[in-house]
């Protein structure tokens, strides 16, 4: 068990992404370092253009190339080297060891096979089960993630929303994946049903001691489900930490930014505070840090030099130029909070 | 006033217009058949418009010179000559004349009838769009030499009813496609956007529907106006198409029907003609419809 | 007396299926006071787009009436109603879909002013287009852009400026900001709210995204399957949310703060079909607090509970010492 704790089922070291088209290089991911450990889940946050799903893309090699060219110095699951590894090797291991769950649970499904087909298919290439023990065990999931095992015999388009994510999450979790990446998988469910959702994948992992990515753009589900946070602005993690970390100690001045643009439930007049601007286009970044033109607490030292991620107390970590120039340096959020 | 001159004059110097043809021309680019395609339309086209400055019709087309007939391809004649001693080259590039001018104009019908009727079914729906449906099944049903057989038989052999013929015939593949692009864009919520604003239903499929099937159609275009040449030509073989001595090329292949054994080059030029013709048409169409994709995009 | 500027009244709208009449807006009742905001909330499928575009007669009600500045326009004419598009407008949720591709931005928000014969002259015009193109924080340079080489925010601007073009005096707004990232999200709703002081307006807020509509409407209507379940002032909503759909829905939305303990109101099972529904709480099955006796007898009747705040459940209404 305690050999389990330090086990770090997810390293990547130095992450760049940049697709080469015929508009201009387009640099999606730019020298991300990320760490998961055992039965950990962290919050990969940012809004759309980010990176994200990029990266998440990146982990499972599932990026397009061309265009796209993806360089690291490290890309380890559970240990092994994911980088040079052959196309069958490569099979092996998603869907085994680290599972995705896309973001739109409708086109996520093949409309022509059954769920329980769906589902045995990952068991049937991983496990090696013959196709009846397959079914069997789609049943099994189907039962888990609250689905009456009769309906396996059902297609995709005989359930609703909500439901067909909880198929994907069973087609995920059916071989017991390490690590599971969940790119956005509520954000086209409704509330209630995105509570639901959560719920259950909160006790699935904790039942299978699955490691997760939880990419969003929310940080109320983020709050609700994560460990950890990383907070991605232009391709670049810009402040990670604990939960605890970075929403306690808010330290970097987008994320922030993210919290003042929700609507504030306890001062309902407050008119919201956007970021004004827009996030840079990833073709043509400009030289310093990438958020200095929309900061409000930029200077002129923060356009020269793009600020790299420094450690400021326990795993908390933040790339601000601000920070490094004045260790007094503090944003408001911090202020209020203390 | 003068502040709105003023005004007229900023907005106008503002922001240049980017129009889509350079995006679509862009993804042509790439797309090595279609220039294939698009250069040899253009060589064609060249050919067919400076044809009466090179040859004279009298003399070089129909002009008949027994003692030169039936002579295989030399230098003089790169085609060859036929049975009534006409150099087939210059027979071919004239001809290219009646083939193109059959082709578009075909099109050019069956698309103003086709796309009206065609959009017209898919925004209004109900009973006049199944009517329009089933008739337009039933045309298809037609092979369209049959169909273009009786327009002519009907009306008389002539170029203008040649066209007509081809035009009726190839109008059902226009409603279908006119029909489906209306039905996708009909439910956009920018055609609801003109609703709200007061437009009124005719308006909205002139102004909003239509440029926005324009591509698809284009394409359709493009395509038959390679059907519509080999329906001319089969025409024009069978005797119910240009009158003779006209040099179209459907004739001269049924002219050379007589010596396909012993003088093959009579029938294989116009052939050749025919082929590369429409296959020029064929290759811009199918790159056209790569280059209007939005899904294929980037 | 309130200036009422529309009221709503057993307003219901059915469509056809195959499977047999689907109830989307089941007799709906509402009035909207001038300069007001009313946010219509609720999941998918609840019926509030479609409560939206029968308002503005985009859709054709099945029956009821809508009262819009003291006339009932759901008997009007087409070309009488033409006249009063003037004075409502919409904005749509996706700022991808429900713009002219082929059209630029001047062409775009030009379009009302040209169509409904508002300003005569090419240059009057587009003064006015650049004049609304400031008022919603659209820069100049992008006059002859068209919708694709913009981003979703900038899209949005063009959506508002096209239906302010008209000067209405009620505005739809149907999942404005939905589509939009977070931070735009912010900008976009802080214009409009701004518009509305500046112009006056009333606005419908049509969201299912319950934290934005607390921060921007005065009142607050519930929807569940085609039917109001609960109405009352914003504050009121949140403190004190009695329908136990509210309730389920408050509880639902995941709050960004550390230590938040929810206590989540469960509900059974998935949203029942709105296809021919029984005449009983449409809520019924999914409720934890269902009490078979009371609810499922009759069809339930909002009822104000107290000053300004309506709930449709039998079972409170009970509780609270209300006769059935």
């Known amino acids: 068990m305690d050999k389990n704790e330090e086990r770090d089922i997810l390293r990547i070291e130095n992450l760049n992404v940049r697709f080469e088209t015929e508009d201009g290089v387009v640099h999606a991911v730019n020298g991300i370092d990320m760490k998961l450990g055992y039965r950990k889940t962290l919050g990969l946050v940012g809004e759309t253009g980010a990176g994200k799903t990029t990266t998440a893309l990146a982990?499972?090699?599932?990026?397009?190339?061309?265009?796209?060219?993806?360089?690291?110095?490290?890309?380890?699951?559970?240990?092994?080297?994911?980088?040079?590894?052959?196309?069958?090797?490569?099979?092996?291991?998603?869907?085994?060891?680290?599972?995705?769950?896309?973001?739109?649970?409708?086109?996520?499904?093949?409309?022509?096979?059954?769920?329980?087909?769906?589902?045995?298919?990952?068991?049937?290439?991983?496990?090696?089960?013959?196709?009846?023990?397959?079914?069997?065990?789609?049943?099994?999931?189907l039962e888990l993630v609250g689905i009456p095992r009769q309906r396996a015999n059902e297609y995709p388009h005989q359930f609703s929303g909500g439901m067909k994510q909880r198929v994907v999450i069973a087609i995920a979790l059916a071989c017991n994946p390490k690590l599971l990446i969940a790119d956005e998988p509520t954000t086209a469910l409704d509330v209630t049903i995105q509570a639901q959702v959560l719920e259950l994948m909160n006790e699935l992992k904790e039942k299978y001691d699955t490691s997760m990515i939880m990419i969003t753009h929310d940080l109320g589900i983020v709050a609700e489900v994560c460990d950890d946070v990383a907070v991605m602005y232009a391709g670049r993690i810009v402040e990670q930490g604990s939960l605890e970390e970075v929403y306690g100690k808010t330290m970097h001045p987008y994320t922030e930014g993210l919290f003042n643009s929700l609507p504030n439930i306890k001062n309902r007049q407050a008119m919201l505070k956007p970021i004004h601007g827009l996030m840079p286009d990833p073709t043509n970044l400009p030289e310093g840090c990438a958020f200095a033109p929309r900061c409000n607490y930029a200077t002129e030292e923060c356009k020269k030099a793009c600020p790299a991620l420094r450690n400021v107390g326990g795993t908390h970590m933040v790339a601000c130029v601000r920070y490094e120039k004045d260790p007094n340096f503090m944003i408001d959020r911090r202020k209020q909070n203390g | 006033m003068a502040d709105s001159k003023e005004m007229q004059l900023r907005a106008s110097k503002l922001y240049k217009k980017r129009s889509s043809f350079e995006m679509v021309w862009r993804q042509l680019r790439r797309n090595k058949g279609a220039l294939l395609g698009l250069a040899l339309l253009i060589i064609i086209i060249i050919g067919a418009l400076i044809a009466p400055i090179v040859y004279d019709y009298d003399t070089d087309v129909i002009g008949m010179n027994v003692r030169e007939r039936m002579q295989w391809p030399s230098a003089r004649h790169i085609c060859g000559t036929d049975d009534l001693g006409r150099d087939i080259f210059a027979r071919i590039v004239y001809g290219a004349r009646y083939s193109l001018a059959v082709g578009f104009v075909a099109v050019i019908i069956a698309l103003i009838i086709g796309t009206a009727l065609g959009a017209a079914a898919g925004y209004i729906g109900g009973v006049f769009e199944n009517i329009v449906m089933r008739v337009c099944d039933i045309f298809s049903s037609i092979p369209s030499v049959l169909m273009a057989i009786a327009v002519v038989s009907a009306l008389g052999k002539s170029t203008a009813n040649l066209m007509l013929a081809v035009g009726i015939a190839s109008t059902a593949p226009f409603v279908r496609v006119a029909r489906a692009a209306v039905l996708v864009v009909r439910g956009e919520e920018y055609v609801e956007a003109a609703r709200a604003i007061g437009q009124p239903d005719w308006k909205i499929v002139i102004v909003h529907i239509l440029p926005n099937c324009l591509s698809q159609i284009i394409v359709q275009a493009t395509l038959r106006v390679g059907s519509a040449i080999i329906s001319a030509a089969q025409l024009s073989f069978l005797g119910l198409g240009v009158p003779a001595p006209a040099p179209e090329w459907g004739s001269m292949l049924s002219s050379g029907r007589l010596y396909i054994r012993d003088y093959s080059y009579m029938t294989l030029f116009p052939g050749i003609a025919i082929m590369i013709t429409v296959l020029s048409l064929n290759l811009l169409g199918d790159g056209l419809r790569d280059a209007l994709d939005p899904k294929l995009k980037r | 007396?309130?200036?009422?500027?529309?009221?709503?009244?057993?307003?219901?709208?059915?469509?056809?299926?195959?499977?047999?009449?689907?109830?989307?807006?089941?007799?709906?009742?509402?009035?909207?006071?001038?300069?007001?905001?009313?946010?219509?909330?609720?999941?998918?499928?609840?019926?509030?787009?479609?409560?939206?575009?029968?308002?503005?007669?985009?859709?054709?009600?099945?029956?009821?009436?809508?009262?819009?500045?003291?006339?009932?326009?759901?008997?009007?004419?087409?070309?009488?109603?033409?006249?009063?598009?003037?004075?409502?407008?919409?904005?749509?949720?996706?700022?991808?879909?429900?713009?002219?591709?082929?059209?630029?931005?001047?062409?775009?928000?030009?379009e009302p002013i040209i169509e409904n014969k508002i300003i005569k002259g090419k240059l009057a015009r587009e003064e006015r287009v650049l004049e609304l193109m400031d008022t919603v924080g659209l820069a100049?340079?992008?006059?002859?852009?068209?919708?694709?080489?913009?981003?979703?925010?900038?899209?949005?601007?063009?959506?508002?400026?096209?239906?302010?073009?008209?000067?209405?005096?009620?505005?739809?707004?149907?999942?404005?900001?939905?589509?939009?990232?977070?931070?735009?999200?912010?900008?976009?709703?802080n214009l409009l709210k701004d518009l509305q002081k500046k112009l006056g307006l009333t606005y419908i807020f049509i969201t299912h995204d319950l934290s934005v509509v607390n921060h921007f409407s005065d009142d607050i209507a519930v929807m569940y399957l085609g039917q109001i379940v609960e109405k009352a002032p914003a504050e009121e909503l949140f403190d004190n949310p009695v329908h136990p759909y509210t309730q389920a829905l408050l509880s639902a939305i995941p709050i960004p703060e550390l230590g938040h303990q929810r206590q989540r109101v469960q509900l059974k099972g998935e949203i029942t079909s709105p296809i021919e529904p029984p005449a009983e709480c449409r809520f019924a099955k999914r409720c934890l607090m269902c009490n078979e006796e009371v609810c499922k007898k009759t069809v339930p009747q909002l009822i104000e509970i107290s000053p300004n705040h309506f709930v449709a459940c039998p079972l409170k209404q009970k509780d609270l010492g209300f006769n059935v």
């Open chain 1, 59 to 141: 982990m499972l090699r599932l990026v397009p190339n061309p265009p796209g060219v993806v360089e690291c110095d490290r890309l380890e699951i559970d240990g092994q080297d994911v980088r040079g590894m052959s196309a069958s090797k490569l099979e092996q291991v998603r869907g085994k060891e680290i599972s995705m769950i896309f973001q739109d649970p409708m086109t996520a499904l093949n409309p022509v096979f059954t769920v329980g087909e769906q589902i045995a298919e990952s068991i049937e290439i991983h496990e090696h089960l013959s196709k009846e023990k397959a079914l069997e065990k789609a049943g099994d999931m």
């Open chain 3, 1 to 110: 007396m309130a200036d009422n500027i529309l009221e709503v009244k057993h307003l219901k709208k059915y469509f056809k299926t195959s499977r047999g009449m689907l109830h989307a807006v089941d007799d709906i009742n509402f009035t909207l006071e001038r300069g007001k905001t009313l946010g219509l909330v609720g999941e998918s499928g609840c019926g509030k787009s479609t409560t939206g575009r029968v308002i503005l007669r985009l859709l054709e009600p099945t029956d009821g009436e809508i009262i819009f500045e003291g006339k009932d326009i759901s008997k009007l004419s087409k070309s009488e109603m033409r006249h009063m598009r003037k004075d409502m407008q919409i904005i749509f949720q996706d700022p991808f879909s429900s713009l002219d591709p082929k059209k630029t931005v001047s062409q775009i928000i030009a």
């Open chain 3, 140 to 189: 100049e340079r992008y006059i002859n852009t068209y919708p694709h080489e913009l981003d979703g925010g900038r899209r949005q601007r063009i959506g508002i400026a096209r239906a302010l073009a008209m000067e209405p005096n009620l505005i739809i707004c149907d999942e404005p900001v939905s589509a939009l990232d977070v931070s735009i999200q912010a900008q976009i709703l």
